[in-house]
């Protein structure tokens, strides 16, 4: 009896030390990747407008157990593999920012965009820059989740936006 009371006030201590833990942690994550791509400005915007040409260059749209259905040249709706209902829809807000809004079941899953802008020195070049944006719950497993997460991201935006780089030189 006496070890399990040690044990229950230990696990209940090594909880709240990780609670306090959590609150010193951040609560949102921001990543941001840029490349220069060798293409004009409108070339680019275009291509990230489209989200039909999205398939050529980003993972998400090239899930072979998902069912894509491209509502507009801005919007699209997917069901995952599970079949999670998720959907893509494109804002542009000015001439050189495009809002992604990602809805996972009809929840806003982060904030994102690309900003898109041409080059200072050369005007053949246009650099782009993808962000994202999510806010975590106070919960410490989604503060922890977000320590390890954002070297995934960076690295998955590092990657597409290479991929989209290519794409566009390629065309």
Avoid: C
């Amino acid at each position: 009896m006496r070890l399990l009371k040690q044990v229950i006030i230990g696990v209940v201590v090594f909880s709240i030390i990780l609670l306090l833990i959590s609150f010193l942690l951040p609560s949102r994550i921001s990543v941001s990747k840029t490349v220069l791509i060798n293409a004009s400005h409108q070339k680019v915007v275009n291509a990230l407008m489209d989200i039909g040409n999205w398939k050529n260059w980003n993972p998400i749209m090239q899930d072979s157990t998902a069912k894509y259905t491209v509502i507009s040249d801005r919007q699209m709706d997917w069901l995952s593999g599970d079949g999670t209902p998720n959907s893509l829809h494109l804002q542009q807000f000015a001439p050189d920012s495009i809002a992604v809004v990602i809805r996972s079941k009809d929840k806003q899953v982060f904030a994102s965009g690309f900003t898109v802008v041409g080059h200072q020195q050369d005007s053949l070049f246009t650099k782009t820059e993808w962000w994202i944006d999510e806010h975590l719950a106070w919960y410490p497993w989604t503060k922890f989740y977000g320590l390890f997460s954002e070297s995934f991201r960076e690295a998955y935006i590092d990657n597409t936006l290479q991929k989209f780089k290519q794409y566009i030189e390629s065309d």
